[in-house]
């Protein structure tokens, strides 16, 4: 049995997604949804979808090692990060070494980084006169949006484009993809060099 866990800080409309996707399936499971708000959508999609749920606080987080140890002792196989909006920190990373994946709203290398999440990257987006934007997913490591790139998919911007109508096609891509590359990811052990899945998800 494959086992993921999801962590996500908001809504979780790509949480609830990748459940649906991977609920049918044999071999695998979402173990569980970690979150950092406990006011979150995603706690409410969870415990319909009989995900069970681990909240935790920042001082939790980042000053002990409670969630890797809940981690590994659950034996998640792979992490899919999906709105959550806090910096994986070191211990992290290091004990789930290229298990680490997240998904963001726009064509990375481009509009990455800290501050650039939700709105204000369709914003920025827009500002910079972009004529197509995208998802891009990717590993994660210690720095924002910076590490090895996964998967990609974009849209077109037209004029009558808005950041919120941006943001809602950008969603779309989302949710026809991101479950897709997650299923792609537990079913396929690969080495590290071999996730390059780029295009194969159209
Ligand atoms: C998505 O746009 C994702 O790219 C970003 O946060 C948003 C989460 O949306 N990282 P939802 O909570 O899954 O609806």
């Known amino acids: 049995m494959k086992r993921i866990a999801i962590f996500a800080s908001g809504s979780g409309s ?15 499971e979402v173990s569980m949804v970690l979150s950092n708000n406990y006011r979150a959508g995603v706690i409410e999609r969870a415990r319909r979808l009989k995900v069970p749920v681990l909240l935790f606080d920042r001082s ?12 590994q002792s659950q034996q998640i196989d792979l992490i899919v990060l999906a709105g959550f909006m806090w910096l994986v920190p070191a211990q992290l990373v290091d004990a789930f070494p290229s298990k680490i994946v997240n998904i963001h709203p726009a064509l990375l ?4 980084g800290k501050g650039m999440f939700g709105h204000h ?30 998967f990609q998919a974009s849209c077109v911007i037209t004029n009558a484009d808005t950041p919120d109508s941006l943001e809602a ?24 060099n071999e996730h390059h899945l780029q295009g194969d998800f159209s």
């Open 109 to 112: 290398p481009k509009f990455g």
């Open 121 to 150: 990257v369709h914003e920025a987006v827009m500002a910079a006169g972009e004529t197509e934007s995208g998802i891009t997913i990717h590993f994660v490591n210690q720095r924002y949006d910076e590490g090895q790139i996964i």
């Open 60 to 71: 939790t987080f980042y000053e002990t090692s409670k969630i890797v140890q809940v981690l």
């Open 169 to 192: 096609k950008i969603h779309d891509l989302e949710h026809a993809h991101y479950p897709a590359v997650v299923k792609q990811l537990i079913f396929n052990e690969t080495t590290d």
């Open 14 to 28: 790509n949480a609830e997604k990748i459940i649906d996707t991977l609920a049918p399936l044999a071999g695998v």
